[in-house]
């Protein structure tokens, strides 16, 4: 079956400090992977998702994630986080014409 | 492009009465929507996907009596919380995925920012 996960609930890192989130996926076919952005109280917004092709990808606001199959992971990165960027951080995993399944989520805090 | 709107934003309402919630894809057609449910400090859980002009597909657990989904045209969907209680209290969100999306794939979706439902 299908999951993703999650491995940290919380990760705090200083501001201007790099960041890693993790993500783990198990799905049967080639999959569709997303990293989406929840601020409190409000929806998600995408920030980058891999389809195909180079498996490094660009996303808004600074970040990146790295798909690795060998490794089923699609970990996200920030060269430099701002205190803007505290959040929580869902993984996601879909495919064509499937639902999309998402982590648990990891929020991120940033020390001043 | 590709913005979803759902309304109201939060709303709150007695015990035993219905509300209702929609959700609406503003500037494409998506011809299919899903519904999300997320409790504090959790994950969303997809409570059914609905395709313009036919019925809900709920998954497992959610009943379909309770939370009705109408999916009229390829702009609005909606989700009523028939004889709500304290335990439907919950942050609702909708997603939209569909056609007349310039280089997005049918399957990508596009969230709303959520109905937080407070049931006293």
């Known amino acids: 079956a299908q999951s993703v996960t999650q491995p940290d609930i919380h990760i705090t890192v200083s501001e201007g400090a790099s960041l890693e989130l993790r993500c783990n996926y198990s799905y049967g076919a080639t999959p569709y992977l997303f990293w989406y952005v929840q601020s409190p109280g409000q929806g998600l917004q995408l920030l980058l998702k891999y389809f195909s092709g180079d498996t490094l990808v660009q996303g808004i606001k600074g970040f990146e994630a790295e798909f690795k199959r060998s490794q089923s992971s699609f970990n996200l990165r920030k060269p430099s986080v701002h205190w803007s960027d505290a959040a929580e951080y869902f993984c996601a995993v879909g495919a064509r014409n499937d639902k999309i399944i998402f982590g648990k989520g990891t929020r991120l805090h940033i020390l001043p | 492009g590709a913005v979803v709107s759902q309304h109201p934003s939060w709303v709150i309402c007695k015990s035993g009465t219905s509300v209702k919630i929609e959700c609406r894809s503003l500037?494409?057609?998506?011809?299919?929507m899903f519904w999300y449910r997320q409790f504090p400090k959790q994950s969303l859980m997809l409570m059914a996907t609905?395709?313009?002009?036919?019925?809900?597909?709920?998954e497992q657990g959610v009943e379909k009596d309770k939370f009705l989904i109408n999916h009229a045209s390829l702009t609005l969907s909606t989700l009523t919380v028939t004889s709500a209680h304290p335990e439907d209290s919950s942050f609702y969100i909708c997603?939209?995925?569909?056609?007349?999306?310039?280089?997005?794939?049918?399957?990508?979706?596009?969230f709303g920012p959520g109905t937080r439902l407070t049931v006293t």
């Open positions: 500037d494409f057609q998506a011809t299919t």
């Open positions: 997603s939209a995925a569909g056609l007349g999306l310039a280089g997005a794939p049918p399957y990508e979706q596009y």
């Open positions: 609905s395709n313009e002009g036919s019925k809900a597909t709920y």
